[in-house]
DNA sequence: GCTATTGTTCGAGTATATTCGAACTATCGA
DNA sequence: TCGATAGTTCGAATATACTCGAACAATAGC
């Protein structure tokens, strides 16, 4: 594997952003990208098999939400927080901030 | 028919909401619900059939995006957007705001 | 080169969504 | 009451998504 292919923020739809985000496990995994700044995906797998993971983090990278970077044998990922925040302004934020019932 | 279930905001998701705006038809809907205000569901189904948009419908009530109310024959759509600022404060504004690419 | 580690890809199984015709319900007006 | 209108519900077909084991690829360290 020798680097992940990554959208042109502008060629994403919204969309698609909206329903990388609407899967409780994606979501948790950006909150979690949001708090640490860039992470391995083991260490965002929460005890999830890898191959679900490698998933999901696929819908994350298609969708523009998440850069994925290879270091040895790791595949650090980090937020496309500015892009993100140029491309939709607010969302990101308004998405993080929405507290679970109540 | 005798008045549409709908969900106390308090109880909806983001979730629920990202993935009810994550299709295209839906979120046609919501647009033209900012647009033109209150709409019937015939107003707002595009020439698609009326069981689909029946789905959609249900989807966007289920989710807390849509009021729908009955007015003889017709069934009137709103936005429940002072309830949606409130919960989720931004992302409905975020979601309007996205420009298709470009 | 061998081995352990990290993550991908493939394929199949299951679950959830979407689409839409057909039959139905409710209301309005004549 | 009859007919037209606006939507719902049901059921089946299809499509899309998610899950996960098994086999594979790439790198690091010895």
Known sequence: MRAYPHPNI???AVE???HALSDPIRL????????EGEASCATLDGGRPKSS???????L??????????AGV??????RREELDR????????V???KSQG
Chains 1, 2 share one sequence.
């Open 74 to 79: 790791q595949h650090m990922n980090t937020l």
């Open 96 to 98: 993080l901030n929405a």
């Open 10 to 12: 502008d060629d994403v």
């Open 61 to 70: 990278r298609s969708s523009g939400l998440v850069h994925t970077r290879i």
């Open 16 to 18: 698609h952003v909206l």
């Open 28 to 35: 948790d995994i950006v909150h979690h990208l949001v708090r």
């Open 87 to 94: 491309r939709f302004p607010g969302l990101l934020d308004a």
């Open 53 to 59: 993971m490698s998933h999901h983090f696929r819908v």
